[in-house]
Nanobody
Framework: QAQLVESGGGLVQAGGSLGLSCAASDRAFTRRDMGWFRQAPGKEREFVAAISRGGMNTDYADSVKGRFTISRDNGKNTLYLQMNTLKPEDTAVYYC?????????WGQGTQVIVSS
């Protein structure tokens, strides 16, 4: 079964940066719109950013607009999320998936903790 594996999370101070990666096991994902989602403790999973299959169009949640950048390299079957000027409220487990999300593709996610 096709899988998505997130990596790159960690602990960072407020104002810092982190870059997340999402490796796809199947080249079929290169033909799909993709997205990043996150789930903070005690909250529902929420949309963060999306990118069209060709990478030309992007969309962001208002809470991350201007700080996060989504990109993809279809030649490497990889999706990225560059996160700058991180805030404590960005603390969450970050997941990649198709956009809209498909329940079969949720992975383990990668934990991001932003300390104040």
């Amino acid at each position: 079964q096709a899988q998505l594996v997130e990596s790159g999370g960690g602990l960072v101070q407020a104002g810092g940066s982190l870059g997340l990666s999402c490796a796809a096991s199947d080249r079929a994902f290169t033909r799909r719109d993709m997205g990043w989602f996150r789930q903070a403790p005690g909250k529902e999973r929420e949309f963060v950013a999306a990118i069209s299959r060709g990478g030309m169009n992007t969309d962001y949640a208002d809470s991350v607009k201007g700080r996060f950048t989504i990109s993809r390299d279809n030649g490497k079957n990889t999706l990225y999320l560059q996160m700058n000027t991180l805030k404590p409220e960005d603390t969450a487990v970050y997941y990649c998936n198709t956009n809209p999300a498909h329940p079969a593709y949720w992975g383990q996610g990668t934990q991001v903790i932003v300390s104040s």
